[in-house]
């Protein structure tokens, strides 16, 4: 049981991670397009890059498991990050709301599973 947990765990943490990445890549090198973006969802711009900063060092607390009290914030945060994200979406109706959608079920399941595995004392978000 332990191992499927662990499978489980690193394949939902490991795709959560490649999402990430790639959207902080895109932040930093694609920066003319994201702002584009963020204007049209309401999102001021100078948000980008620290956003972008913090997607990777969420991702560095949630694998490095160095403090539990920063890996659930890193938790937390993408959570509030990727439900911002899909209703944003949603309400200027342009259909770009499935990759967070995404996001939040692959981030339920790596957390549920990271305490599933690593025996933390919450099981839950």
């Not at 049981?1 to 991670?17: E, Q």
């Not at 090198?29 to 999102?43: A, D, H, I, P, R």
Request: no cysteine.
């Amino acid at each position: 049981m332990k191992n499927k947990n662990k499978i489980i765990y690193l394949v939902s943490t490991g795709l959560l991670s490649l999402l990430m990445l790639m959207s902080a890549g895109m932040y930093f090198f694609n920066y003319e397009m994201v702002s584009q973006t963020f204007t049209k969802l309401g999102f001021p711009t100078y948000i980008i890059y620290p956003l972008a900063i913090a997607k990777i060092l969420g991702l560095v607390a949630i694998w490095t498991r160095k403090s539990p009290l920063l890996k659930e914030w890193a938790y937390a945060g993408f959570f509030f990050d990727f439900v911002l994200a899909a209703t944003a979406h949603m309400n200027i109706s342009d259909g770009e709301y499935a990759p967070s959608l995404v996001a939040i079920i692959l981030l339920i399941i790596s957390r549920v599973y990271d305490g599933k595995y690593f025996g933390s004392s919450s099981n839950s978000i």
